[in-house]
């Protein structure tokens, strides 16, 4: 199935490509577990510090209050990842840009980036922050919560958006070590948004007065409180590396339109995409508490919380994947671009699909963790997690092709396609089913399975094609 130009047995011959630093030395296996490893770590601790969140939230009331506080996490959730939308796109654009750098040894270049990345991303989150002042009410409104749930919800929503900023300007610096091949660094700062959140959460929540006692309101500060210590740090930690790699510099840091409309251009697509699928995901998450079962929106968060443990690794080998990609690309090498897609690929497949496998068998006790006793969201949320284990290597391969695309700068494509395919099924096949009132929690994971299985065909097609390798960034 390889296209002439991206044979991979080509690369296995030549072996003339060699990327600098310590990755020079290794084979592509232990390139791409090196980079996996220390995102892996991050994806693990960000999935107990967001399980951490549902703890809480599961235990601090019972009954009908206990339904209304996961409906409103469920949905505070989802606005978190909204705060995020444009911060990772411009996380991309630097990621994309610094990794063809480092790979074309122009590390001027590279230390741009970082500066003008970390303006870029800081101003990203400040309009998220601005337009989640004005939008919670109507969003919350929109989504027809219960009078209980929407007070919670308000409350979170409105202080975690002052995560925006901070949170901007911490994953552009993190994109911009990750392309460079530095993900320990990025692997150690994340360690104490993460240790800082949990701690503050629980005493802001649990805590003797006067700290104590704010509700979700609290698990939301805590967040905030870990994003800025985790910001400090990274910034601190770049200052003090005396090795090479990326650094501060003054001319960095001052601006510099060009650099910076340079990653706007590869991270504006991907903006448009994700914001798309927000906006897709809000009509989702429309039907799902529109459903007459109770407790709806908090079962299926529940069950994206623990599909996290699957997803999480694959997104970390993506990340290697994506670097990877960008630095061969950058050193003038499209056969290895190729190898190191496909053993990342064929990585994550093999672990999702592991994982998929424990979902089904553990769903029981899995559930259980997050909200014990409750029977109802047990009932809704076990089928749920069947669904997406059979899903997993789809899910998989989605994952790994998309975000190697987008490091390759292949932004648009990669919003085209998933963006056609998110609106068939998540807004015009769910909106045929509710209007037939034909639709079930368990009907919308089924229709947003089948969105993730085109999705992968369509992605695989693409892949093969070789278009995505001839990106200017």
């Not at 959730?77 to 990794?99: C, E, K, N, R």
């Not at 308000?154 to 949170?167: D, H």
Request: hydrophobic share 55%; proline share 3%; aromatic share 10%.
């Amino acid at each position: 199935m390889d296209k002439p130009g991206i044979s991979v047995e080509a690369s296995e011959r030549g072996g003339e490509i060699r990327l600098g630093g310590k990755l020079g030395g290794m084979t592509l296996a232990m390139q791409v577990l090196t980079l996996a490893f220390w995102p892996l770590l991050e994806q693990v601790l960000a999935f107990f510090v967001g399980t951490t969140d549902i703890l809480i939230a599961g235990r601090m009331a019972e009954g009908e209050e206990r339904v209304a506080i996961l409906d409103a996490m469920g949905l505070g959730g989802y606005v978190g990842w909204f705060i995020y939308i444009f911060q990772g796109a411009v996380a991309t654009g630097v990621m994309a840009l610094v990794s063809r750098a480092t790979g074309a040894r122009d590390f001027k270049l590279a230390d741009m980036a970082l500066g003008q990345g970390m303006w870029l991303g800081a101003l990203a989150g400040v309009a998220a922050y601005l337009i989640l002042q004005v939008g919670t009410m109507p969003l919350i409104g929109w989504m027809g919560l219960t009078p209980e749930a929407a007070v919670h919800a308000e409350a979170y929503i409105r202080m975690l958006a002052w995560s925006g900023p901070v949170a901007g300007a911490m994953f552009a610096v993190n994109a911009a070590l990750r392309g460079s091949g530095d993900t320990k660094t990025p692997f150690l700062a994340m360690v104490v948004v993460n240790l800082v959140n949990m701690g503050t959460s629980v005493l802001f929540v649990f805590g003797p007065a006067p700290f104590g006692g704010m509700g979700v309101e609290g698990i939301a500060l805590g967040t905030v409180i870990g994003w800025i210590a985790g910001l400090l740090t990274v910034v601190v930690m770049l200052a003090l590396k005396k090795k090479e790699g990326l650094r501060w510099t003054r001319e960095g840091l001052l601006f510099h339109g060009e650099t910076m409309m340079r990653i706007w251009r590869i991270g504006v697509p991907q903006a448009i995409e994700i914001a798309g699928m927000w906006m897709i995901h809000s009509y989702g998450l429309r039907v799902i508490s529109g459903l007459k079962n109770d407790g709806a929106l908090g079962a299926h968060f529940i069950a994206i919380r623990l599909e996290s443990m699957s997803f999480l690794p694959g997104f970390a080998i993506a990340a290697a994947a994506a670097a990877l990609t960008g630095q061969y690309l950058g050193a003038g090498s499209k056969e290895m671009a190729v190898q190191a897609v496909r053993f990342s690929w064929k990585l994550a497949v093999g672990v999702m699909a592991f994982m998929g496998l424990c979902f089904v068998f553990g769903r029981t006790w899995l559930i259980g963790l997050m909200a014990p006793g409750s029977e109802l969201h047990a009932e809704l949320a076990g089928p749920l997690l069947v669904v997406c284990a059979f899903t997993q290597p789809f899910f998989a391969s989605c994952i790994i092709l998309k975000t190697t695309m987008r490091g390759a700068g292949a932004t648009k494509l990669v919003m085209r396609w998933a963006f056609s395919s998110m609106l068939f099924y998540r807004v015009g096949v769910l909106w045929v089913l509710a209007r037939l009132d034909m639709v079930s929690l368990t009907g919308v994971w089924i229709v947003l399975g089948l969105d993730l299985v085109t999705q992968s065909v369509v992605f695989t097609r693409l892949h093969f094609q070789g278009k995505w390798l001839e990106t200017k960034v």
